[in-house]
């Protein structure tokens, strides 16, 4: 019996470390290439939807797509902000800011995780992969993958939140 305790702590202990609660401390670039820490996006205190994405993955642009379109009216109804966090490499981040510009996310926060820091902290395994913060940097709801519509459950989510 002894022996299967021990094996199933062995086993259970890195999922539990794994299943991140809340926001990490992590130290990322923001868009100008300063280096923050991620905890910073909660300094105004409001609701956070946090999106993984990169530059030529193409759910994830048609999902901050979407997003972008719905925030001006999403807006008028919550106070929340959003942030996308590229996870471009040091090769490719350079196409990051010509690529938000050019597509008009002026309300998002951008950061770039060249590292994966942040994504490692949070286990994203697979892009899109977004995740709705309240005020104090817990997570309240996380969704993968991308279909039309599916953003609309991030604004749900951030009206619970209000």
């Known amino acids: 019996m002894k022996r299967v305790a021990i094996l199933l702590s062995v086993l259970l202990v890195p999922f539990i470390a794994l299943a991140q609660k809340g926001l ?11 280096t923050i820490n991620v905890q910073s996006i909660l300094d105004d205190g409001v609701p956070v939807i946090l999106s993984f994405w990169y ?10 797509g979407a997003i972008n379109d719905a925030y001006v009216d999403w807006s008028e109804e919550a106070d929340f902000k959003v942030v996308a966090v590229s996870t471009d490499d040091s090769r490719s ?3 990051v800011k010509p690529m938000v510009g050019g597509r008009g996310w002026t309300d998002f926060t951008i950061l770039l995780d060249e590292n994966s820091d942040l994504k490692r902290a949070m286990n994203v395994q697979t892009q899109p992969t977004v995740f709705v913060l309240d005020r104090d940097g817990n997570i309240v709801y996380t969704h993968t993958g991308y279909t039309p519509g599916s953003e609309e459950e991030l604004f749900d989510q951030i009206l619970k939140l209000q």
């Not at 990490?24 to 300063?34: L, Q, R």
């Not at 530059?55 to 901050?64: F, H, R, S, V």
């Open 24 to 34: 990490p401390s992590v130290e990322v670039k923001d868009i100008d290439g300063n």
């Open 55 to 64: 530059t030529t993955c193409k759910p994830c642009l048609q999902e901050l």
């Open 93 to 95: 981040s350079a196409k």
